[in-house]
């Protein structure tokens, strides 16, 4: 079974630019989560889905970001416009409800730049 | 201030030591998990424990969630460098609620 897919792996753009990251979470999963990391800050969760719906968005940083799960097998993470301060690795994962151990499977990344 | 933190922040040993890296919390945890994180990857689930003073093995990897359920530790015995990578803990205050990741501890095994 395929795991968590994020694209791009990679994204380099200009400041100001559009920016959107792509993730499939693992079939039959019904919670999605996006996170960043960074050297200074870490792993944070931004926000997550359980069923498509938005449950809790207060990671979020600022309303440059948004996020959509239009259906189960598919979301977007959209920074406009970026800033150089939105480098970072960004991560989506999966899970599904009803797992004692909520055992998170993560997805390989999206390396973002802005220069 | 973070709600979990991990020690040592780095740690380079030669292959066939031991080590433990510890995660401590000030905070009472319903359940809180290990990942390890390769270069380029993201982070994979090593372990869940829920109950305090459980210990759980994986192989060479020996995992104890303390007894007031704030701190965990992560034993490695005889590393390996296939153990080299990034050790994050994560806990969840309540079960169902989502796990906040600690720093990690970035581990190096020198063949």
């Known amino acids: 079974d395929a795991g968590v897919i994020q694209s791009p792996r990679h994204e380099v753009t200009e400041m100001g630019q559009e920016v959107t990251l792509r993730c499939k979470p693992i079939s039959g999963h019904d919670y999605l989560f996006w996170y960043r990391q960074t050297m200074m800050r870490g792993l944070e969760l931004l926000i997550y889905?359980?069923?498509?719906?938005?449950?809790?968005d207060s990671g979020m940083p600022e309303d440059r970001f948004s996020a959509k799960m239009p259906n189960a097998s598919f979301s977007t993470l959209k920074i406009q416009p970026s800033e150089p301060r939105d480098s970072a690795v960004y991560f989506c994962?999966?899970?599904?409800?009803?797992?004692?151990?909520?055992?998170?499977?993560f997805g390989p990344g999206t390396r973002l730049t802005v220069t | 201030t973070q709600l979990l933190e991990q020690s040592p922040q780095f740690l380079s040993i030669q292959e066939g030591e031991n080590l433990t890296v510890y995660c401590n919390s000030s905070?009472?945890?319903?359940?809180l998990q290990w990942y390890r994180q390769e270069p380029g990857e993201g982070p994979v689930l090593l372990v869940t424990?829920?109950?305090?003073?459980e210990v759980k093995k994986l192989k060479r990897l020996t995992f104890q969630f303390g007894d007031a359920r704030k701190d965990s530790s992560l034993h490695i015995t005889a590393a390996q460098p296939g153990d080299t990578g990034l050790y994050l803990c994560?806990?969840?205050?309540?079960?169902?609620?989502?796990?906040?990741f600690g720093p990690g501890t970035r581990l190096s095994v020198l063949p």
């Open positions: 889905f359980n069923n498509n719906v938005p449950i809790d």
């Open positions: 905070s009472v945890f319903s359940s």
């Open positions: 994560a806990g969840a205050k309540n079960y169902g609620q989502n796990f906040v």
């Open positions: 994962a999966s899970r599904i409800s009803g797992s004692y151990l909520y055992e998170q499977y």
């Open positions: 424990v829920v109950t305090g003073g």
